[in-house]
Antibody, heavy 123, light 108 residues
Framework: QDQLVESGGGVVQPGRSLRLSCAAS????????MHWVRQAPGKGLEWVAL????????KYSDSVKGRFTISRDDSTNTLYLQMNTLRAEDTAVYYC????????????????WGQGTLVAVSS | ELVLTQSPGTLSLSPGERATLSCRAS???????LAWYQQKPGQAPSLLIY???NRATGIPDRFSGSGSGTDFTLAISRLEPEDFAVYYC?????????FGQGTRLEIK
C-alpha cells in the first residue's frame, strides 16, 4: 500500500524560500518517477514538476521554471521541492504523487497521491 | 503548452442517471497519455482512468473512458451518491503535463 506524506508547508513572505518534503513508503521508491501537483484554494489542479525515476531529468511547468527545483533522495525514500522567490500566486496545497509505471521516462499517469501540505505566501 | 478544456463546468444530475463528461485537447495526443481523476471535498485526487479507457484498480465498471485524438469522454453509467465529486482530465504526453479545469458533478 503506497503511502506519501508531505511536510514543510507553512506561511512564508513573498520573495522567500521554502522546501517541501514527501516521505514515501509501501513501494520501491527508486523505481518510480515522482511529481508535484498543486491546487490553489478553491481552484483546480496544476501540475508543477516531474523527476524521472533515475533522477536523470526534470520537467517543470512554465509558472515555476527557474524558481522551483524538484529532487529526490533514494537512500531515504524522500522527494523534495525547493521553492525560491515565492509569490502570492504560489499559495496552494502541494501534493506529491507517484507515477503509475516503474522504470518509465516522462509519465504514465499519477497512480497514488499524498494528502498535501499547504503553502501560504503572504506578507 | 497543450490546453485541455473540460465541459460542462458543472453537471447537475440525479442518482441513477448517466453522466457524460468531455475533455478536449488543443492538439492531438496519444490515447495512452490521457488520464481522468476524481476529487472529493477535502481529499486528494485519485486516479480513475489511465490510457483514456483503462480503469484503475478498484474502480467500478460503471466508469468508462473513451476517445482519441483531441476528444475524450468519461462516462458514468448509473450515478451512485459517492460519485458526486469533481473530475479532472490530464495529459501526460507533452510537458508540461496539464490538467483540464475540472467538471463538478453535483446532485440535482
Amino acid at each position: 500500500q503506497d503511502q506519501l506524506v508531505e511536510s514543510g508547508g507553512g506561511v512564508v513572505q513573498p520573495g522567500r524560500s521554502l522546501r517541501l518534503s514527501c516521505a514515501a513508503s509501501g513501494f520501491t521508491f527508486r523505481n518510480y518517477g515522482m511529481h508535484w501537483v498543486r491546487q490553489a484554494p478553491g481552484k483546480g489542479l496544476e501540475w508543477v514538476a516531474l523527476i524521472y525515476y533515475d533522477g536523470s531529468n526534470e520537467k517543470y511547468s512554465d509558472s515555476v521554471k527557474g524558481r522551483f527545483t524538484i529532487s529526490r533522495d533514494d537512500s531515504t525514500n524522500t522527494l523534495y521541492l525547493q521553492m525560491n522567490t515565492l509569490r502570492a500566486e504560489d499559495t496552494a496545497v502541494y501534493y506529491c504523487a507517484r507515477d503509475r509505471l516503474p522504470y518509465y521516462y516522462e509519465s504514465s499517469g499519477l497512480w497514488s497521491w499524498g494528502q498535501g501540505t499547504l503553502v501560504a505566501v503572504s506578507s | 503548452e497543450l490546453v485541455l478544456t473540460q465541459s460542462p463546468g458543472t453537471l447537475s444530475l440525479s442518482p441513477g442517471e448517466r453522466a457524460t463528461l468531455s475533455c478536449r485537447a488543443s492538439r492531438s495526443l496519444a490515447s495512452s497519455s490521457l488520464a481522468w481523476y476524481q476529487q472529493k471535498p477535502g481529499q486528494a485526487p485519485s486516479l480513475l482512468i489511465y490510457g483514456a479507457f483503462n480503469r484503475a484498480t478498484g474502480i467500478p465498471d460503471r466508469f468508462s473512458g473513451s476517445g482519441s485524438g483531441t476528444d475524450f469522454t468519461l462516462a458514468i453509467s448509473r450515478l451512485e451518491p459517492e460519485d458526486f465529486a469533481v473530475y479532472y482530465c490530464q495529459q501526460h504526453g507533452f510537458a508540461p503535463h496539464t490538467f483540464g479545469q475540472g467538471t463538478r458533478l453535483e446532485i440535482k
